[in-house]
Structure formats: C-alpha cells, structure tokens
C-alpha cells in the first residue's frame, strides 16, 4: 500500500530532551515536507525537501533540524523542544511538483512539558 | 504573502440540504487541493484541481477552480452525518509548499 508512514504517533517529552519524529514513504517522491498543525493558526509548512540532499525552510523552521539522507526518508528533529512546539505534526510527499496531489502521514502528536 | 481565506469556518446543514464552500486566495496559481480531516486523524485528498475551469465530483461532494476569480468552491449535495469533518483547501504557488485555509468545521445533523 502506498503510504507515507510517521512514528511515533504520540510522544510526551520534557523540554530540552532531543527527539526525532521519523517520516518515510513508500512511493518514491522526490518532494518530502513537515507540517505542524495549531488551533487557530491552522497548518503551517516548517521543513522541506524537493530531493536527497536539498532541503530548505518554510513558514516556521525555528527549533527544527531536519536531514534527508535517503529518498524515502525525511526525519524532523527537535534537538532542544520546548513547550510552544507542542502541536501535531504531518509528514507529506508527492511526485511531479504536486501534480497527482500530496500525500499525508498520519500524524505524530508531540507534547512537550 | 499568499493568503487563503475559507468561508465558513463553521457550518452546521441539516442532512439532505445543498451547500457551498469558499476558498479565495491572494495570488495566482493554478494548483488547488481539497482536503478532508476527521478529529485527530490525517488529511484525506479529495480533489486535486490544476487548471481554470477544472471540475471534479466524488459522491456529494464537487469541488471548482476559478483562476481568473482566484476562488474554488467546494460544492455539498444532499448532505449525509458521514460528511461531517473539516474540509481544507491549499493552494500551491510554488511547487514546493501547500498554503492551507482555516478549515470548514461541517456538522450535519439530522
């Protein structure tokens, strides 16, 4: 099945603590980005990569690192979380500069105390 | 800056009632996307629109681009509680990143 996997689904962690929220897909886009998700501000793009080894910033890159070593994957790290980045967070890839339209994880739920 | 406005943010049809959703936005593109998300769940496709006067229908539901007007709308026929969700549309200016509205919390009540 074609998908775009994240994981976890739902992580609690303490500020300062280093984490990364895996993404990978299975239908060999070039195009990965993160999304996060804010009541009230909607969803907004943070990190982008339009193929193995070319990344860039969105709307919100601030706290965020993000590498992409392989095509399939498109990991986000949190080298030092703090409580604002709490939200929920959405992988998405596509082919043909959307063309055939975006595909979506299913979300990675991040707290942050 | 691209801006995209989605009216209503909240709509609340009684189930078998016709009604349209707006998505208006600042600058021109040619690519627009409808999205569905149930509470806490991922965003589901529904219609990817890439030319002006594009028209696609699934079920209920038939989504419209107007380049030229820069609005798509989001078209609800004899609404059904399985409808109930929030729809979203993108624009996509770039290639490279997708500019979503607010969203259109829909409840359909009997």
């Known amino acids: 099945e074609a998908q775009v996997t994240q994981n976890p689904r739902y992580l609690i962690t303490v500020t300062g603590k280093k984490l990364t929220v895996t993404c990978s897909q299975n239908m060999n886009h070039e195009y990965m980005s993160w999304y996060r998700q804010d009541p009230g501000l909607g969803l907004r793009q943070i990190y982008y990569s339009m193929n193995v080894e070319v990344t860039d910033k969105g709307d919100v890159p601030e706290g965020y690192k993000v590498s992409r070593k392989e095509k399939r994957n498109f990991p986000l790290i949190l080298e030092s979380p703090s409580p604002n980045q709490t939200s929920l967070y959405f992988c998405?890839?596509?082919?043909?500069?959307?063309?055939?339209?975006?595909?979506f994880g299913s979300g990675t739920r991040l707290t942050v105390v | 800056e691209l801006k995209v406005e989605q009216n209503p943010l909240f709509l609340s049809m009684q189930e078998g009632k016709n009604y349209t959703i707006y998505c208006n936005y600042s600058?021109?593109?040619?690519?627009l996307y409808w999205y569905r998300q149930d509470p806490g769940k991922s965003l589901e496709s529904l219609f990817v629109l890439l030319s002006n006067g594009a028209v696609k229908q699934e079920g209920r539901l038939m989504a419209s681009l107007d380049t030229k007007a820069r609005l798509s709308t989001l078209h609800i026929t004899a609404a059904v509680h399985d409808l109930s969700a929030t729809y979203f549309c993108?624009?996509?200016?770039?290639?490279?990143?997708?500019?979503f509205g607010k969203g259109t919390s829909l409840l359909v009540t009997p």
């Open positions: 600058t021109t593109s040619d690519r």
């Open positions: 993108a624009v996509d200016m770039s290639g490279y990143a997708l500019n």
């Open positions: 998405a890839s596509c082919l043909g500069g959307g063309l055939y339209g975006y595909t």
